[in-house]
């Protein structure tokens, strides 16, 4: 019986991916090691006594009793808290999905780096942050490293059985968000509640809002170098506001391959799970005549600067990653919490990667987890410092 584990169960990749594993026959057919989430409790008890996995945790000690209870009499182990992440993370098993958000998922993605065969990744903030170090992991303990992103699976399923080397451009495909024929003027007034209405996929609040804000396309250039150790300039972004087209690879004598698709997250999930074979997957197909047109345009470098920023994140290497997602983080929750304006997050992103002692950290290699925490609590001080002094000041 195959061996899995869920990180982030609870959140959007999480579910569809439980939604896989029970299509797939559930208990009777998966041995689910670990499951873990975060505030929502009922859900994680509720996935782990279907599962029956061997553990359930969640990232909060202030829930474990409520997910004792909730767990009584099922079996399922229950334990809180990033330490037994990391624990329940060492288990081996033969998949693990990282669909934990943000870097909090960096420290269980390495765990699952030396503890698993194949790591299914969403959580894209560990390539962003320690690309290196991830990889060097997973080569060190023969783990093979997926894409769930569905940009970069599409990307890989392009490239699949071609030599690397002839590969010239990765095409990323965006949706361009909500936002994407707003003025800027408009977008400077933008809410929380209009950035997360995404016209196309059904995704998490955070990632959402970094679709409309292009952030998460910025990560996601950072994420394809990463993976397919490809230069910034060999890798563009077309914004493609159907989401059909989930990215194209062009290869030395001009062909283009797209790898086309209804936008649900099951697709990817799938690929990674079924991988290296095919299965059906419950996706609705894609109905071509319906569909009729696709298009193509040039993402606004005004409106979106965010993707400039991944190039020079890029170019300058080092610890810039990290500190430009702890910076995106940062910046995301004060807009959430309506402290700052949809615009001023790339602002105060840009001005953090400036900051003097910023620079003085960002410039060597994260070769270990530490150093990556460290490069990110100085670019988290450096956000809190720009939102005290910005926070209220409405700019546009
Ligand atoms: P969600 O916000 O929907 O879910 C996040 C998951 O992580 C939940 O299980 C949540 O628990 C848990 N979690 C939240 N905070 C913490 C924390 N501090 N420590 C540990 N666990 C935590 O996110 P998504 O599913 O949208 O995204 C997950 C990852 O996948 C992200 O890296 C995202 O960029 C990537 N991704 C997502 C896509 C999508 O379609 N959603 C597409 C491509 C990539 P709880 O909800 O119980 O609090
Ligand atoms: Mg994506």
Not at 194 to 208: E, F, N
Request: proline share 6%; charged share 20%; net charge negative.
């Amino acid at each position: 019986m195959r061996r899995i584990s869920i990180f982030g169960a609870t959140g959007s990749v999480g579910v569809n991916t439980v939604d896989l594993i029970n299509r797939g026959g559930g208990r009777a057919a998966f041995d689910v090691v670990a499951l873990s989430g975060g505030a929502n409790i009922a859900l994680l008890a509720e996935q782990a006594r279907n599962l029956g996995a061997r553990i359930a945790v969640t990232a909060y000690p202030q829930h474990l009793d409520e997910l004792r209870r909730a767990l009584e009499g099922s079996g399922v182990e229950a334990a809180a808290g990033p330490d037994a992440l990391t624990e329940a993370a060492s288990r081996p098993t033969d998949w693990a999905m990282s669909a934990i958000v943000g870097v909090a998922g960096l420290r269980p993605t390495l765990e699952l780096a030396a503890s698993t065969r194949v790591l299914a990744l969403a959580n894209k903030e560990s390539l962003v942050c320690a690309g290196a170090l991830l990889r060097a992991r997973c080569a060190a303990h023969k783990t093979r490293l997926l894409p769930v992103d569905s940009e970069h699976s599409a990307l890989w399923q392009a490239m699949n059985g071609e030599d690397a080397a002839k590969v010239r451009r990765l095409i990323l495909t965006a949706t361009g968000g909500p936002f994407r024929t707003w003025s800027l003027a408009q977008m400077a007034n933008a809410t929380p509640a209009q950035a997360v209405a995404h016209p196309t996929w059904d995704m998490g609040q955070r990632i959402s809002v970094d679709s409309a804000s292009m952030f998460n396309k910025a990560l996601e250039v950072i994420e394809a170098a990463n993976l397919y150790d490809m230069p910034a300039a060999a890798i563009e972004v077309i914004v493609h506001p159907q989401a059909i087209v989930h990215s194209m690879v062009e290869f030395c004598d001009g062909a283009i391959l797209a790898h086309l698709g209804t936008p649900d997250m099951r697709a990817p999930i799938g690929y990674a799970l079924n991988w290296p074979d095919r299965a059906p997957l419950p996706v609705p197909p894609l109905n071509l005549e319906t569909l009729r047109q696709l298009d193509f345009e040039p993402p606004d470098p005004l409106r979106f600067p965010a993707l400039r920023l991944a190039r020079q994140v890029l170019a300058a290497g080092g610890g810039h990653g990290a500190a430009f997602n702890a910076a995106k983080e940062a910046a995301l929750d004060a807009f959430l919490a309506g402290q700052i304006g949809f615009l001023d997050m790339a602002r105060l992103v840009e001005d953090v990667l400036d900051q003097p002692y910023v620079r003085a950290v960002i410039t060597q290699i994260p070769r270990d987890l530490n150093t990556v925490l460290t490069i990110d609590t100085v670019a988290r001080n450096a956000a809190e410092d720009w939102i005290a002094k910005n926070k209220g000041l409405v700019s546009d």
